[in-house]
T-cell receptor, first 118, second 114 residues
Framework: GAVVSQHPSRVICKSGTSVKIECRSL??????MFWYRQFPKQSLMLMAT?????????EQGVEKDKFLINHASLTLSTLTVTSAHPEDSSFYIC??????????????FGPGTRLTVL | GDSVTQMEGPVTLSEEAFLTINCTYT??????LFWYVQYPGEGLQLLLK?????DKGSNKGFEATYRKETTSFHLEKGSVQVSDSAVYFC?????????????FGAGTRLAVHP
């Protein structure tokens, strides 16, 4: 299967600071990456879709100025939570998808990043 | 819009019992269907998928058949193990042109006891 990594796996920060989460596809080129948020014992909610070299497409209700997404290369996308507050505490999961080939029709997920804002 | 409905959990079974987790979907087109599994504290892992009607996805003893007539994609396993304890998510992929979005069901927690 495909390998997608996230870093860090856990982060604790103070309210008002910014946190950057990295998502990397390790063995394929990901033209599209997705960012999800998961609250405890709930399903995943898509936050945004990012395509390499272009602006991310945000889902309704997601603040693009608060959740900054950059997809500068075919193997890396970053999510920056700006001016984080306790309500931003959550499990953030990314996924990656190739444009062509066997991996084109499937999203491969990273292990997730647990963000805790104090 | 498109949606996925899963049976509510938790599902509690004894080891070697038969497992069924129901999943039905609503879609305007012809989506691909997926089952993902999430172990505690981890991200999602693709378990199996089916891309067209009557396809059967299978992996690790789990299987699910894409039933267009009943808009279902039920997950089954003949004999569960304790290590199968996890949360299972049914999902569909909508859209086209390389920008497919995944729509997830609420997830079903499975607990298998020895």
């Amino acid at each position: 299967g495909a390998v997608v990594s996230q870093h860090p796996s856990r982060v604790i920060c103070k309210s008002g600071t910014s946190v950057k989460i990295e998502c990397r596809s390790l063995d394929f080129q990901a033209t599209t990456m997705f960012w999800y948020r998961q609250f405890p014992k709930q399903s995943l909610m898509l936050m945004a879709t990012s395509n390499e070299g272009s602006k991310a497409t945000y889902e309704q209700g997601v603040e693009k100025d608060k959740f900054l997404i950059n997809h500068a290369s075919l193997t890396l996308s970053t999510l920056t939570v700006t001016s984080a507050h306790p309500e931003d505490s959550s499990f953030y999961i990314c996924s990656a998808r190739a444009a062509t080939g066997e991996k084109a029709n499937t999203q491969y997920f990273g292990p997730g990043t647990r963000l805790t804002v104090l | 819009g498109d949606s996925v409905t899963q049976m509510e959990g938790p599902v509690t079974l004894s080891e070697e019992a038969f497992l069924t987790i129901n999943c039905t979907y609503t879609a305007t087109g012809y989506p691909s269907l997926f089952w993902y599994v999430q172990y505690p504290g981890e991200g999602l892992q693709l378990l199996l998928k089916a891309t067209k009607a009557d396809d059967k996805g299978s992996n690790k003893g789990f299987e699910a058949t894409y039933r267009k007539e009943t808009t279902s994609f039920h997950l089954e396993k003949g004999s569960v193990q304790v290590s199968d304890s996890a949360v299972y998510f049914c999902a569909l992929s909508e859209g086209s042109g390389g920008y497919n979005k995944l729509i997830f069901g609420a997830g079903t927690r499975l607990a298998v006891h020895p």
